[in-house]
């Protein structure tokens, strides 16, 4: 554009020319000047103007026909490299070079500020005329260090490279991390981080980067590794970023350390690896990403076949369906925790059999998506073991029963043999005590009866046992039907066979007792039986609205054998019994659930 309009006006004078340009350049930002072939100043824009009267406050004589080299000898423009510049402008004005461009730095109110300018011929103007231009760069700059101290201060290796490869600048990281210092890198080629296994391969990966750059990771799907320069390699990842300049492309890598990580995912895969069980890791699209040797083992399938394919295959074909269901609801709500609890889980070896499985869960945080763990462990061995174990438990639930089978039918043979006996003596108190000991021997029977009856040969039901015992001494000593009434208030309560033997003894003794001497002639009553368990205790009572007991008996001195024999038996539940002879009389038993 300013060519084509100075071409309209080169037919009038000089003067015409010099006033043309100055409106021109007033007009734009820069500072710009124009010189004729001896240096001499030929126009000149308001912008340089006022830089000048900010530094010095007036514009010092710069004006139309002054020789602008001594102006920069003198010291006016630059004050720093002024005499540089000179001989730069000196240089384009002799034709020893095309143009020439430096930096430099002023301080203007004690702040530094940065400027570049250029020397670039211009004939348009005039034969010999070259136009000088000085760009304040202050922001840049600015920018431009805030940039290389981020670079400097950041924690990976940061390389700057031109087209051929040479290094431009590095910061401390990469001296750290490979070792050379600064010197030694800058404008070297950058083959020299890499190792030699890897450069021939390099120079063709960078040239093909160079023709088409885009920020992006390097080397994805292999393993890359940096060159320390004591010849030690380690592995790194790179990220590259292009930086366009004016003449070419620069590139900008960020070098990663990746040993410390390496280490880690080295751990961790020794650890995987030696684990008992077997170990499949799992995408959240149930592809498997990693297994151990043992999963091998036990699935039959080599780590090549596994690797990439759906975990379903591990599953047998009936439960394949269920079985996505179930990943889906877990990677839903992920937590570790065993799967498929209260259901028997199987695995499916490469023949097409199948084995006994427990399998815990895990989620492991991964940038590409979560991971699900499995550890699978194969319970063939426990399961034949718990099977055997439940053959043995079996055949000896069925010999405890013949046992307590065997046991209450010798006890029946030996009361009825008793009461046989009792019938041919004529004395009556022998009689009687003969009719007593068969009860008591009738109550353990009947004991040994429900135990047999029993689905838990270890406790047995004691509600269901005090009934058939009462009903059976009321059977066996012959209470008339109506006269005696009893009444249950018993807790739904397992005893142990020794506890219930005991207790079971002394309801016989209280019951018998009772029944005997609490209604005697036509008298009606009640007897009460209560057994509850009160926390960690069990009460029992055992009442009658009877005639009660002598005035002043002392229950636990008293010569009677049943009485010693409930105390003797407290004493071996650790209990404590009493005696309330308000109404009648009541027993109470106290002891602790040994359970």
Not at 99 to 120: D, H, P, R
Not at 311 to 324: G, I
Not at 381 to 390: C, G, I, S, T, V
Request: net charge neutral; proline share 4%.
């Amino acid at each position: 554009m300013t060519k084509s309009i100075l071409g309209k006006v080169s037919a009038k004078s000089r003067e015409d020319r010099q006033n043309f340009a100055g409106l021109v350049l007033d007009k734009l930002a820069k500072q710009i000047c124009f010189l004729d072939k001896d240096g001499a100043i030929l126009a000149i824009n308001e912008t340089w103007l006022n830089f000048v009267r900010e530094i010095h406050g007036d514009a010092r004589g710069l004006a139309i026909g002054r020789n602008y080299l001594q102006l920069l000898e003198e010291g006016l423009a630059p004050n720093r490299g002024g005499i540089a510049f000179s001989e730069g402008v000196r240089s384009v004005l002799q034709g020893a070079v095309p143009n020439f461009v430096m930096q430099y730095s002023l301080k203007i109110k004690s702040a530094e500020q940065w400027f570049v300018g250029k020397a670039t011929p211009f004939p348009e103007l005039e034969p010999g005329c070259i136009i000088v231009t000085h760009e304040n760069i202050t922001e840049y700059k600015r920018l431009e260090q805030r940039y290389w101290q981020t670079v400097e201060a950041m924690p990976n290796a940061v390389v700057l490279i031109n087209e051929s490869g040479a290094i431009l600048t590095v910061n401390l990281q990469t001296e750290l991390a490979f070792g050379y210092s600064r010197s030694e890198l800058i404008g070297s080629k950058v083959e020299m981080l890499v190792p030699e296994r890897f450069r021939h391969a390099h120079l063709a990966f960078r040239q093909a980067y160079m023709a088409d750059p885009v920020s992006r990771p390097m080397g994805v799907g292999r393993e890359l590794y940096g060159l320390r320069k004591n010849g030690t390699e380690f592995p790194v990842e790179i990220g590259l970023g292009p930086i366009k300049g004016e003449n070419e492309v620069l590139v900008l890598s960020s070098i990663v350390d990746m040993s410390e990580h390496k280490r880690l995912e080295h751990q961790f895969r020794q650890a995987v690896e030696s684990a008992p069980n077997s170990i499949v890791m799992v995408n959240e699209f149930g592809r498997i990403l990693m297994v151990n040797i043992l999963t091998e083992t036990s699935f039959g399938y080599a780590r090549s076949e596994l690797i990439g394919q759906p975990v379903e295959m591990l599953v047998p074909e009936r439960f394949r369906n269920a079985h996505v269901a179930f990943r889906q609801a877990y990677l839903a709500h992920p937590v570790s925790r065993p799967m498929g609890a209260g259901r028997e889980l199987f695995g499916l070896r490469k023949d097409g059999t199948e084995f006994p499985i427990e399998i815990g869960l895990g989620l492991i945080d991964d940038a590409n998506g979560p991971i699900v763990l499995s550890s699978i462990i194969d319970i063939t061995e426990r399961k034949n073991a718990n099977d055997k174990l439940k053959e043995a438990l079996k055949e000896k639930e069925m010999l405890l029963k013949e046992v307590y089978h065997r046991v209450k039918n010798n006890l029946q043979v030996v009361s009825s043999l008793i009461n046989l006996q009792a019938k041919n003596v004529n004395n009556e108190v022998a009689a009687a005590q003969l009719k007593q000991s068969a009860d008591r021997i009738k109550a353990m029977a009947l004991l040994h009866e429900k135990l047999y009856q029993s689905k838990d040969l270890s406790k047995i039901d004691f509600n269901v046992y005090i009934r058939s015992l009462v009903d059976y001494l009321l059977f066996g000593y012959g209470a008339t039907p109506g006269k005696i009434t009893i009444n249950f208030n018993i807790d739904n309560v397992f005893l142990d066979v020794d506890t219930a033997i005991s207790c079971g003894l002394i309801v016989n003794e209280l019951i018998s007792n009772a029944i005997k001497h609490a209604f005697p002639e036509e008298r009606q009553g009640e007897i009460g039986i209560s057994f509850s368990q009160i926390q960690d205790e069990y009460v029992l009572v055992i009442a009658d609205n009877g005639i009660g007991m002598p005035a002043g008996l002392d229950f636990k001195k008293c010569p009677s054998l049943g009485l010693q024999l409930v105390n003797t038996l407290t004493n071996q539940l650790l209990g404590s019994m009493t005696l309330d002879q308000g109404q009648g009389v009541t027993f109470s038993l106290r002891f602790a659930n040994s359970l």
